[in-house]
């Protein structure tokens, strides 16, 4: 297929590029390249001939519409988003603007191009969104495909509007969409301002090591190179108008996740003291979700995905990637608001 890929420079979307490439697939990657994107993300696929860049913003219809005229996919993966909640809280306008306000416009671009192609029932149109989207949950539960709606934070929210809009095309419109909430992402390329990363990296810094709270929040952990192969396994497989749950099936509290990091990082790292000695429990982030835990079942047996990496040695491959690639997390930490405490204004 000629997929066209928002968000290629970026974390998820740029493993997804990689990945999509690898597996012969013409990706023409579509991006901004605003804050969090970086086109050395995808300098192992740049002088494939299977791979075409365009920099341009998913709310400029003209770029847009030229861009499907000259490329001609035969599907949209949506990536493109700003996805950092902290950074949400702070600046909720640019989720709205990005994410709402993008996820329409690019709706509306994808529309009218499949619509003069004579609305082919092979194309796709696969919006990728996160489990946020669903809420908190207490301490026992998973979030189906069926979970009600209750997001909790301007980023969430954002992503919530942009689901509900891919859903509204698809029933008012006829547009063949498919649908994924994932499970937080961790692995190579992460930009470090996230929670993996800000460990990863300031434990190598010997400096304090933030953790929300009491670090009793829970996540399930998706390395992001499974969560690529399960993208592209519902874009061939997932049937038109379905919506599919990816998680890790790996669910640790924030508190034990940065310890094993902390202890690989001992025995990559040794340094005079356990790296866990500069744990750091700081004021929690506002609204800060509870616990968040997603049921594959339908992916598994509608589409016989699961994921193939555990968490431990997904921390393990993390590590090993940011001690192997120091000029790639250098130069982004440069950049505004990496290194800062966000999310405080509130």
Known sequence: MKLLITGGAGFIGSAVVRLAVARGHEVVNLDALTYAACLDNVASVADS???????????????????????????????AAESHVDRSIDGPGDFISTNVTGTYTLLEAARAWWTAQGRPETFRFHH???????????????????????????????????????????????????????????????????????????????????????????????????????????????????NYNIGGENERTNIDLVRTICAILDNRRPDARPHADLITFVTDRPGHDARYAIDPTRIRTELGWRPSVTVDEGLERTVDWYLANEPWWRALQARAGVGQRLGTRA
């Open 49 to 79: 001939p299977l791979y075409a860049f365009e920099k341009a913003d998913i709310r400029d219809r003209a770029a847009l519409d030229r861009i499907f005229a000259q490329h001609r996919p035969d599907a949209v993966m949506h990536l």
């Open 128 to 242: 990728i969104s996160t489990d946020e989207v669903f809420g908190s949950l207490g301490p026992t539960g998973q979030f189906t495909e069926d979970t009600p709606y209750d997001p909790r934070s301007p980023y969430s929210a954002s992503k919530a509007a942009s689901d509900h809009l891919v859903r509204a095309w698809a029933e008012t419109y006829g547009l063949p969409v498919l649908l994924t909430n994932c499970s937080n992402n961790y692995g190579p390329f992460h930009f470090p301002e996230k929670l993996v990363p800000v460990v990863i990296l300031n434990a190598l810094a010997g400096k304090p090591i933030p953790v929300y709270g009491t670090g009793a929040n829970v996540r399930d952990w998706l390395y992001v190179e499974d969560h690529a192969d399960a993208l592209l396994c519902v874009l061939e497989k997932g049937r038109p108008g379905r």
